[in-house]
């Protein structure tokens, strides 16, 4: 596993490392932006149901995974990527709904051990059905038609234009994400639903249906994230890891519950792993934990998270 | 004066914009007990929270004989000779008697943390133990697991654990809070016991106890000490009368 | 909260003692495969120090467990053993100096933070073996010797024969079983448990509970260590996988298996995961779909459940749980010896 994947580009090697052209830096800021952007959709998730539910889900990773695979079988399937992009976020919600039926409701207010090992358990349950339904093989997923081709920059480099796409699309998601929460009736009533569980009881808000969507709504962002990366990285089995690991990092950094703070711990992310590859070569997938380890000791609850009294 | 144990200065804590406690002071001596009352939400507990550590000061100082503490946390207060008893008891419920005496005593002891103690340092810590509940009425209730006795008991418990631990400063909140008569009264005798030699600071709504206990009263309202002095003083403060004790005689 | 489930882990030592007749009755296979289970084992008892009596739940056990390997692997020379005198020693050391720079990080945080810095440490010893030139990458590297234990050219233990490979093991586990039950019961153990049980009464009292729980996460490393050098001396062969955060993971459901308020639950927590694997390898090519619904049941009736199966099979007095709502009749054995002999004094 050589670490998430949209990180392969194919694009031409730069002319000594430690050196860039304005041109040069121009993509690789969009590169990092764009790896980012795509972070931040699993992370907003993830951040969500620890926020909101108080879950700690170690399965998030897979559902990132599961998204890619559905991208490329329903593309394979319909023959059109934007029917699989649909059909595979409405799978991930329900998948979503009857998991938090079946087993999450089961952990709220339980121990984290409790949680990390049923979200353990899980992660077998999916990589193994994985395996019997897709196999363990590579696959790669092409980018829809009307996204094909690539943005001439210079007589060398020319920048994919689904990359852009992607770009444009994660930071819609992000809009609306956020704007849900914080400027909607139903966001309203899913961060009080955080601050205080009581009180929404006591004001007669359906908690489990709150409950229900916000988890499947978690895992629809996961999948989204996988399926949208489909198509600028391979499809394989231990994608899920990689991002997980990662997702847990931006949580760390921004905050657990924030979605404002998941979106500058994914761009921090980002950019630091772009930036370290071109910079630091021999450290790169190192320096995205000094990273953490530095906001640690600066602000041990995350840049955006609430301080303990 | 030399006998003052504990000292604030001036302390003061803001939460956003609501100034909790502002610009208190007060002195705590060795051998008195020094009550704090006041109405709900006149910053006791937020005063007793910045003494203990428990919470940060934004300005202001504690003095403990002359040191200052602001910049210590709580386990380091504690070991300095602070010793707090909790508005809600505060115990290792799931142990013993015994083992919450014992815990106390092993936190000031030389190596609280030994991994390879000696006989003798544990049969000191475990006499040491054994003389804290019984000093607190609890000789015969040292192998009940501490969340099976009564209420008053664990109330008791805890102020043993405070002592045994060798503070020489506690810091009582409400001690008596959901007391039985006859729970208040065991209670009362124990914290009127410990002061010889110690420095009580002690927050409490009955003042029928404030005024049976206190040395000292000091009167907190809106985060602001409004009057201290002797029980007889503060009683006979006509600002204290209307503010707080309203128009009945509180004795 | 008792001297943690003394007879529980009497039971396990007696065990042990039996099971050393293991290599003169069963093939090797049996022997490889028991020595296994006891550096699991070990590993997950050491975890438990953390996790079941500290109350931390630490996800980077593994990667210590594959570091130690690998400290084993990169230090033994091309063509002859490593000497494990100081071979191990060195291991365990390097271990424990990187469990005690991410426990002091780590240690900044609390609960669910705490899991996931504890995951993303682990995983950064991974990454580093993943890419890294100098440990062959993600292909691993051989331990081609198995390392020596010889005072004067005289071997004392022969490793390589693995017979005496298991007894050395069986030794050690033994021998870690003992030392938890000493710490646990000693001053230090005792802080442990009751900043677990109530971290701000531990706090006011005067512990040091930073100290405290990095003391227990670097012991706990270090232990983990132990048993990560020799299960890479048994394959004689560390990769990146055992690094990975899925062997915490495995960690963790032996130790809740076991018992997480026992010392040497874990121990049989490994036995019982191990032996269920070998099972459904040989049942099913889809044996890990099986082991993932296991554990999620097993989850979902813990840890009320498992109490209940580790009294059917070891008797009442298996069951220290300080959870367990017991009659009051029963409150005696929530003293240790030592206690119910002052209060008779």
């Known amino acids: ?13 730069l002319p000594g ?6 041109q040069t830096f121009a993509v690789q800021l969009l590169n990092g932006v764009q790896y980012g952007l795509v972070l931040f959709l699993v992370a907003s998730g993830l951040t969500l149901i620890f926020g909101i539910l108080g879950v700690i889900n170690l399965a998030h990773g897979a559902f990132y995974m599961l998204g890619a695979y559905l991208a490329y079988w329903l593309t394979a399937a319909t023959g059109s990527f934007w029917l ?39 992660i077998l349950v999916i990589d193994e059905a994985r395996q ?42 992000a809009v609306g994400v956020f704007l849900l929460i914080h400027r909607t009736r139903i966001g309203m009533i899913v961060r009080a639903g955080a601050e205080n569980r009581e009180m929404t009881r006591a004001l007669g808000i359906p908690f489990d249906t709150v409950n229900r969507t916000v988890f499947a709504a978690g895992i629809a962002l996961a999948a989204l994230a996988g399926l949208v990366v489909a198509p600028i990285s391979t499809v394989f089995p231990g994608m899920g890891d990689g991002m997980l690991i990662l997702s847990f990092v931006v949580v760390v950094l921004g905050g657990i519950g924030s979605v404002a703070g998941a979106a500058i711990g994914a761009l921090l992310v980002g950019l630091t792993d772009t930036f370290g590859k071109v910079f630091f070569p021999s450290l790169s997938s190192m320096l995205i934990y000094v990273v953490m380890a530095l906001v640690l000791i600066w602000r041990p609850t995350g840049i955006l998270g609430r301080r303990e009294a | 004066m030399p006998d003052i144990a504990l000292r604030a200065e001036n302390l003061e804590r803001r939460f956003g914009g609501l100034r909790a406690v502002a610009g208190v002071s007060l002195d705590v001596r060795r051998g008195e ?7 709900n939400g006149a910053g006791k507990s937020t005063l007793i929270n910045l003494l203990s550590g428990d919470l940060a000061v934004t300005a202001g100082d504690i003095l403990l004989d002359g040191r200052s503490l602001r910049r210590l946390g709580p386990d380091r207060r504690g070991r300095l000779g602070i010793g707090r008893a909790y508005q809600k008891t505060t115990i290792f419920g799931a142990s013993s008697a015994f083992e919450n005496a014992r815990l106390a005593v092993q936190a000031r002891a030389g190596r609280p943390l030994a991994l390879w103690p000696r006989r003798r340092a544990e049969q000191a810590t475990d006499g040491l133990a054994e003389a804290a509940l019984a000093a607190a009425g609890l000789a015969a209730r040292g192998g009940i697991r501490a969340d099976r006795l009564s209420h008053g008991e664990q109330r008791q418990l805890e102020i043993a654990m405070v002592v045994a631990g060798g503070a020489h400063v506690l810091l009582l909140d409400e001690p008596l809070a959901g007391m039985g008569t006859e729970e208040a009264r065991t209670i009362t005798a124990l914290i009127r016991s410990l002061k010889a030699g110690r420095a009580v600071l002690l927050v409490e709504h009955d003042m029928d106890a404030v005024f049976a206990l206190a040395d000292r009263l000091t009167v907190m309202a809106d985060g602001r ?3 201290s002095g002797s029980p007889q003083e503060v009683r006979r403060d006509q600002h204290v009368r209307t503010a707080y004790l309203g128009h009945g005689d509180p004795g | 909260m008792t001297a943690p489930a003394d007879r529980h882990s009497w039971l396990v030592l007696a065990l042990l003692l039996v099971l050393a007749a293991l290599p003169l009755l069963a093939p090797g296979y049996y022997v490889q495969f028991a020595t296994k289970i006891l550096l699991m084992g070990i590993a997950a008892m050491a975890l438990n120090l953390v996790v079941g009596f500290g109350g931390l739940v630490s996800l980077c056990h593994g990667a210590f467990f594959g570091l130690a390997g690998y400290v084993l692997a990169l230090t033994a020379p091309r063509y002859d053993p490593a000497a494990l005198w100081w071979s191990l020693p060195f291991a365990v050391a390097a271990v424990a100096l990187v469990a005690l720079v991410i426990g002091a990080l780590s240690l900044r945080t609390r609960g669910l933070y705490f899991i996931m810095v504890t995951l993303a440490f682990g995983e950064m010893l991974f990454y580093l073996f993943q890419d890294a030139g100098f440990a062959g990458g993600s292909d691993g590297t051989f331990i081609h010797y198995k390392p020596e234990l010889a005072v004067a050219g005289l071997t004392l233990v022969d490793l390589e024969a693995p017979a005496q490979f298991f007894w050395l093991v069986l030794a050690l586990a033994a021998g870690v079983i003992l030392l938890l039950r000493h710490l646990l019961a000693a001053p230090f153990g005792r802080a442990l448990r009751a900043a677990r049980d109530n971290e701000r009464r531990a706090r006011a009292l005067g512990f040091p509970i930073y100290r405290l729980q990095l003391g227990a996460f670097v012991l706990s490393g270090a232990l983990t260590a132990l048993a990560g050098y020799f299960a890479a001396a048994q394959f004689g062969f560390v990769a990146p996988q055992m690094l990975g955060w899925h062997l915490s993971a495995i960690l963790l459901v032996m130790v809740v298996l076991g018992g997480l308020r026992t010392v040497a639950g874990p121990l049989l927590g490994a036995a019982a ?63 240790t010896a030592t206690d119910r002999s002052i209060r008779h004094a």
């Open chain 1, 1 to 13: 596993m050589g670490g998430p994947p949209q990180r392969e580009t194919p694009r031409p090697l």
């Open chain 1, 132 to 173: 019997i339904l897709f196999g363990k093989d590579v696959h790669s997923v092409a980018a829809p038609a009307l996204l094909a081709g690539g943005i001439r920059l210079t007589d060398l480099q020319t920048y994919p234009v689904y990359r852009l796409a992607v770009c444009i699309f994660c930071l819609l998601v």
């Open chain 2, 225 to 227: 000490v409004i009057a």
């Open chain 2, 33 to 39: 007990i020094h009550a704090v009352i006041g109405p």
């Open chain 3, 273 to 335: 995961l191990m032996g269920l694997e070998e099972v459904l390898k040989l049942a099913t090519e889809h044996w890990k779909l099986v082991e993932g619904l296991a554990i999620i049941g097993i989850v979902l009736v813990s840890p009320a459940g498992l109490r209940r199966l580790a009294t059917a099979a070891f008797g009442a007095s298996a069951s220290g749980g300080e959870h367990l709502a017991a009659p009051p009749r029963s409150t005696a054995e929530d003293t």
């Open chain 1, 84 to 122: 699989a992009l649909a059909g595979g976020v409405a799978i991930a919600f329900c998948l979503g709904l009857a998991l938090e039926q079946l087993l999450v409701r089961r952990l709220y207010g339980r121990d984290h051990l409790t949680q990390v090992l049923m979200s353990y358990g899980l």
């Open chain 1, 17 to 22: 490392h430690g050196s860039m052209d304005l």
